[in-house]
């Protein structure tokens, strides 16, 4: 029985919107972890037979199979083919599963997977061009007029009784827990930074607090709790993963971090929207015959402050071992970019802490979201 295993993983520090990476063609930003990744490990990048990338906003700069596009930029031979997914914020967290998929299968020996969300240069939303994305048969059955992240957001808040305060504080919490693994050197391990630009994460605001917090006005309902303090930055970024067989490593003299162990996917209202992590990390566990206390590292990402406060409170989960580097409301959510990044940093966790089981999960736009359980090697 074939395994899939993580060789290598590297993401650069995430941009803010309108920051370090603005100037930057999403094509070239993700050519930097492939030429980074293939300086890492002195792998030959003409025997990758697929790179799947993740990519949300797939339209202008990000619209030509833009995984492609990348390893074109890289300098990778020509004979290497790419997919571009689209699985909303879950996409390169999706590339990862999908390559897992193919590798432990036999279609593919080795894969990379990734993904590149350049938000400074493609505004999200604009793939609709305008149009109506659901039909009126779709607002019908749900009886509403549209669905909305941030709505979600409100009513997830409303439904496990979060107060403002209590979503400040975790937003407080996500930056003080950015702060102290930049500061110590979790993130050096996993980082290639561009040249002359940024060397750690830039969204991070050091000195956050709950008072600082209370002056923003709500954006989505006027009576609401979501502000901009408590949702995920808008950002730039990319990271990228060495997929193949724990066999095929060893052959070829690459040593892995981690085991695929697990990947799932699931579904839940399309309206409270941002749930779903809660269903997939329960099939994941089930899947896996492990229970919540056998993980030792958890990333969930922080689209809003109200989910992973959920996903808490339905799961158990111990607070210090959630999101334990901080999260997307400190350092941005660049949304097809956001899966490769976040299983980038719980892998090197996962290393440095000797941490033998962990688990990612993302909600997703219309309800979807993916889990993945790491095993340590």
């Known amino acids: 029985m074939r395994d899939a295993v993580i060789v290598d993983a590297v993401r650069v520090p995430i941009g803010k919107r309108n920051g370090a990476y ?27 037979d697929d790179v ?22 890289a300098g990778w031979p ?23 998929a193919g590798v432990i299968s036999g279609q593919y020996d080795f894969a990379v997977a990734g993904g590149v969300e350049s938000m400074s240069r493609v505004q ?30 409100e009513l997830v808040a409303d439904k496990w009784g979060f107060s403002r305060a209590q979503l400040d ?77 724990s066999e095929l490593a060893r052959a070829n003299g690459l040593t892995p971090l981690a085991r695929i162990h697990t990947t799932v996917v699931a579904a839940d209202d399309p309206v409270i929207m941002l749930t779903a992590p809660i269903p997939a990390t329960a099939k994941a566990l089930r899947r896996a015959g492990l229970s919540i206390s056998d993980i030792g590292a958890f990333e969930v990402n922080e689209a809003f402050a109200p989910v992973p406060l959920a996903w808490q409170a339905e799961t158990g989960a111990a607070d210090a071992v959630t999101n334990p580097l901080g999260g997307a409301i400190a350092v941005g959510h660049p949304l097809g970019g956001s899966g490769a990044a976040l299983m980038t940093r719980l892998v090197h966790h996962m290393k440095a802490q000797n941490i033998r089981y962990g688990l990612q999960t993302m909600c997703e736009a219309g309800g979807q979201a993916n889990a993945t359980i790491l095993e340590l090697l």
């Open 169 to 245: 504080e975790y937003s407080v919490r996500s930056h003080e827990r950015t702060a102290a693994a930049i500061d110590s050197g979790a993130f050096d391990s996993q980082l290639a930074p561009l040249p002359g630009r940024i060397t750690a994460d830039e969204g991070l605001r050091r000195g956050s607090t709950v008072e600082k917090l209370g002056t923003l006005k709500t954006v989505f309902r006027e009576d609401g709790v979501i502000h901009a303090g408590n949702s995920s930055q808008i950002a730039d970024g990319t990271a990228a993963l060495l997929i193949t067989t």
């Open 52 to 73: 799947v990338w993740g990519c949300v906003t797939q339209s202008g700069e990000q619209s030509g199979n833009i995984g492609r596009v990348a390893l074109l930029a």
């Open 78 to 100: 020509t004979s290497v083919p790419s997919t571009t997914v689209d699985r909303k914020c879950g996409s390169s967290q999706q590339a990862v599963a999908f390559a897992a």
């Open 22 to 48: 603005a100037d930057l063609h999403p094509g070239d930003l993700a050519a930097h972890v492939l030429t980074a990744l293939v300086q890492r490990t002195g792998f030959d990048p003409a025997r990758v």
């Open 124 to 153: 999200m939303g604009s793939n609709a061009q305008g149009q109506a994305q659901y039909p009126d048969s779709v607002l019908e059955r749900f009886g509403v007029r549209g669905f909305s992240q941030g709505i979600g957001a």
